[in-house]
């Protein structure tokens, strides 16, 4: 089948957007939170992030890298440009035909993520740069920017779907540019008042494929030999569904994930819950291993 074009992927994202704040029974606490969040990330990034760095001429890129935030940012920011297009352009051709995006692809990570990161760059319609692996010495995120800044001068802004509850975040703001020891560019990050329960409930209403790995007991995804299945996932905890409302009256209504990998099918084991059982922020990295 052939890939969808990036205006009627907009389209599309635009749709789901639109229906999850037009739910009106049950509004749940966390439905209308939800959709309070998604109304400032649109604000943010349709009066203050679009006017100021055009998202049709190359000068943003979208650092993507399969996992559940960067991709409800990735719904909302192609809902946006659609509505962008429409407002400001309506009668011409969309003006795009992939979005720029970067995945920096230096850790070992799961290969049931690569495999989704792969499917949804098609999806998508993104035109993926991703890092170069085959280094003796893998690359840190600055360098790896760098050497992306490299080769895509014309880029000027990077968007990042970094959460105030993620380390070291809490103090930062929605536009800012790259700190010391980065390279020279502005960071959007118009997801940082979401929490962790907001990601899920519109990912689950929007009916777009979840990666994999979520499904058996992960809860965040770091690299392969620092991330296990989240002990507060265990299926003894007998935790409740909260989104059961959004799965069954969403776009889909099904949970739709993508299939784990040979290397990942270990995982399998029944012993964990989904990620999207568990509701406290403060949890979600209980399964990463610390680095030394
Ligand atoms: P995650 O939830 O894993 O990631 C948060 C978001 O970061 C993702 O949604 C995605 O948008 C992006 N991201 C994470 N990993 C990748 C990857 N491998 N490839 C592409 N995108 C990825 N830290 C600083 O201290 N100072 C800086 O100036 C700074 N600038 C940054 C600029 C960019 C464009 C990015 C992507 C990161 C930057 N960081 C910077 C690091 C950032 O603050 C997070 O620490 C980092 O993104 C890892 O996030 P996480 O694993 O904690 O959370
Ligand atoms: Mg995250
Ligand atoms: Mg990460």
Redo the contacts with the bound molecule.
């Keep these: 089948m052939a890939a969808p074009s990036l205006a009627s992927t907009s389209e599309r994202c635009h749709e789901i957007a639109q229906s999850y704040l037009q739910i009106e029974e049950p509004l749940s606490q966390i439905i209308r939170e939800t959709q309070n969040a998604i109304k400032l990330t649109q604000k943010l990034l349709l009066n203050e992030i679009f006017p100021r760095w055009s998202p049709f001429n190359g000068e943003i890129s979208?650092?993507?890298?399969g996992?559940k935030?960067?991709q409800v940012?990735l719904i909302i920011y192609l809902g946006c440009l659609w509505e962008y297009y429409k407002t400001n352009m309506n009668g011409q051709e969309f003006p795009l035909k992939t979005l720029k995006a970067?995945?920096?692809?230096?850790?070992k990570?799961f290969q049931t993520l690569e495999q989704f990161v792969e499917s949804t760059k098609k999806r998508y319609s993104l035109s993926l740069y991703e890092?170069d692996r085959n280094h003796t010495k893998a690359l840190s995120?600055?360098e790896a920017?760098h050497k992306y800044l490299g080769d895509q001068p014309e880029t000027k802004a990077?968007?990042?779907?970094?959460?105030y509850a993620?380390?070291?975040?809490q103090d930062?703001k929605p536009i800012?540019?790259?700190?010391d020891?980065?390279p020279d560019?502005l960071?959007l990050q118009p997801?940082l008042h979401w929490k962790l329960a907001y990601i899920w409930s519109f990912l689950l209403y929007s009916g777009e494929p979840i990666c994999g790995i979520y499904s058996v007991g992960f809860s965040?995804?770091?690299d392969i030999n620092h991330t296990l299945p989240n002990p507060y996932l265990a299926k003894t905890n007998d935790l409740p569904l909260r989104y059961q409302w959004e799965i069954t009256h969403g776009c889909e209504g099904v949970v739709n994930c993508s299939p784990l990998s040979s290397q990942d099918s270990h995982f399998q084991n029944n012993e964990y819950l989904p990620g999207w059982y568990l509701l406290d922020d403060s949890l979600e990295r209980c399964g990463r291993i610390k680095k030394n």
């Excluded at 993620?166 to 975040?169: C, K, L, N, Q």
Aim: charged share 20%; with cysteine; aromatic share 16%.
């Design positions: 979208f650092s993507y890298n996992g935030d960067c940012l970067v995945f920096i692809d230096q850790d990570t890092s995120m600055p920017f990077i968007v990042v779907g970094i959460r993620d380390p070291f975040a930062l800012q540019r790259t700190d020891g980065w560019f960071r997801l965040s995804l770091g």
